[in-house]
């Protein structure tokens, strides 16, 4: 594995509704350097800042301090659209990922000029649709067929795996998945999981990847993180992330969470 | 027959306007009231230019541009000062009532005796009134035809993945600020270059002639979806003219029963209303004579 930075987020820093009540400092001087080729699991309890740091990283909002750099490039003031063009993501709603009223060719289309100026040349070609012909074959659940389906037609996990496809098929610097498979029947689940798997080895990405599930964090990836209070506390690779069990990482989680527990669900965002 | 020629020729006209409405209301999913006032802006601009002695083609060239340019407006608004869409397109339509004005100079404009884009077809010697459904016809056929082809192109795609998913448009790199300002720009453009049309036809721009704009643009939009269902992208612009027409025959068949010219907005927000809550009342009673409309 090469030693190269992709991503380096030094003491970022980010906070909602500063100075009212509802005050809430989600990131606080979050460092992480991730190297290519790194696929990254992050647990955390709720409101530890997993969603902000993917969306951070995204440019959804601006963070209010730090330094975030994707290949030696500062970002930190790009707009999510321009951060597209090294950036793919894949969201928890399965509806968020794609475009319900356009066929699945047309998502694909839309996906395959990502990070690219939309001019007034075509929108989609035939040899394109052979090719996205092609890539859904290999995701094996029979999608080559529905590519003149409106995608609303779709179910939540064929949509998912085809959004998973669109942030991949240009491929991106840097995959970010935000519990992409939690809103997913857990048969389903792993059908999406497998192929995030798949799809990152084949095209050599580099990932990182939320989950609740902590076997999920265990199986999948080559490095865990734990988030809590906006700051990674655990970051283990390579051996010391094989050698985990999910007892262990559940013994640290609750150490970090323990005072979080009460409002844990009702701070889902 | 006369009056359904007359209903058909204004029909078409309008239909032009309903797929600029189309534009706003149905690819971008944003209601824009800026048509109440691109509308009669695209008749006065018209019209002044006629008046003052431009082609009345250049003069319905311009107004399309023009209504392009409130179209911006609104789309600044929109998305550089943050303002909901519903208010930014009040905003641009109010202010334009007093630019209308200033343009027109008085509230009511005439071309009487002026060369009109309808009296191109002066030499075809058509019957009364085919010479405006000929030369609609041709507009329309045009219009659907380009809109077909636009949003096939790249760009075009990106306005309707805006409309259709805007996290995921941004999260593919797709500027929405940009797709949603120009999205507002064409669907103005061509609600002004109707205006202008409309107001050749009539003979005269009026300062009022916006008014209800919208809901004459939604009712054939909603009918058109109401009676056809669940289309492809160039039928739905076709049943959204067809829609345009059947609401001016609706439209002179309450005029026929003997209701008053001065009812008519009253008419308008009722079929309106009653197409909007058809697909509910039909699912309620379980009415089955229309198709199936698509949410």
Request: glycine share 8%.
């Amino acid at each position: 594995m090469t030693q190269k930075n992709v991503l380096i987020l030094k003491d970022i820093s980010k906070t909602f509704y500063p100075g009212t009540f509802n005050q809430n400092n989600v990131l606080n001087e979050l460092n992480l350097t991730v190297k290519k080729g790194d696929f990254i699991t992050i647990i955390g309890g709720n409101g530890s800042g997993k969603s902000t740091l993917l969306n951070s990283i995204a440019g959804t909002f601006l963070v209010d301090k730090g330094s975030i750099k994707i290949n030696e490039k500062e970002i930190k003031k790009l707009k999510e659209e321009q951060r597209a063009t090294l950036i793919g993501r894949v969201f928890q709603d399965p509806l968020m990922g794609t475009a319900p009223r356009m066929t699945v060719s047309e998502n694909l289309s839309i996906a395959y000029r990502r990070g690219q100026k939309r001019t007034l040349k075509k929108g989609s070609s035939s040899e394109e649709r052979q090719y996205f012909e092609t890539l859904l074959k290999k995701l094996d659940l029979g999608l080559e067929k529905r590519l003149m389906s409106e995608m609303g037609l779709l179910s939540g996990g064929q949509r998912q795996a085809i959004a998973l496809l669109m942030a991949t098929m240009k491929k991106p610097e840097l995959l970010l998945l935000d519990e992409h498979t939690a809103a997913l029947d857990p048969k389903t689940a792993s059908v999406v999981l497998e192929l995030t798997r798949k799809r990152i080895e084949e095209e050599e990405l580099t990932a990182l990847m939320i989950t609740h599930n902590m076997q999920d964090a265990l199986n999948y990836g080559n490095r865990l993180i734990m988030l809590d209070k906006g700051k990674v506390v655990l970051d283990l690779s390579g051996k010391d992330k094989q050698d985990l069990t999910v007892s262990e990482v559940l013994n640290l989680f609750q150490k970090s969470t323990m005072n979080q527990l009460i409002n844990d669900e009702s701070s889902l965002d | 027959m006369n009056l359904i020629t007359t209903a058909t020729a204004q029909g078409l006209l309008f239909g032009i306007m309903a797929l600029g409405i189309f534009i706003t209301y149905r690819i971008l999913d944003l209601p824009d009231m800026t048509a109440e006032g691109s509308f009669p802006l695209g008749a006065a601009v018209c019209a002044r230019l006629i008046v003052t002695g431009v082609h009345p083609i250049i003069a319905t060239l311009i107004a399309f541009f023009v209504g392009a340019l409130a179209g911006s407006i609104t789309g600044f608004l929109i998305t550089k000062a943050k303002i909901p869409g519903l208010l930014a397109g009040i905003l641009t339509m109010t202010a334009l009532y007093s630019i209308n004005l200033r343009i027109m100079n008085r509230a009511n404009l005439s071309l009487l005796g002026k060369e009109k884009i309808t009296d191109l077809f002066e030499s075809f010697s058509l019957p009364n009134q085919f010479d405006t459904i000929f030369m609609a016809l041709i507009l329309v056929a045009f219009m659907i035809v380009s809109l077909f082809l636009f949003f096939k192109t790249e760009f075009g795609q990106a306005i309707i993945a805006t409309g259709d998913n805007e996290k995921m448009a941004r999260s593919l790199g797709i500027s929405t600020d940009q797709t949603k300002i120009l999205g507002l720009m064409l669907s103005n453009g061509i609600i002004a270059g109707a205006g202008a049309l409309i107001a050749q036809d009539n003979g005269y721009a009026d300062i009022s002639m916006g008014i209800g704009t919208i809901v004459i643009g939604l009712a054939s939009v909603i009918i058109g979806e109401v009676i056809f269902g669940n289309l492809t992208f160039v039928n739905r612009l076709i049943c959204v003219v067809l829609g345009a027409i059947i609401y001016r025959l609706i439209i002179m068949f309450v005029l026929l029963v003997g209701l008053q010219p001065n009812d008519l907005k009253l008419i308008s927000a009722f079929i309106l209303a009653v197409f909007l809550a058809l697909p509910s009342l039909r699912q309620r009673f379980n009415l089955n004579f229309f198709t199936k409309e698509r949410v």
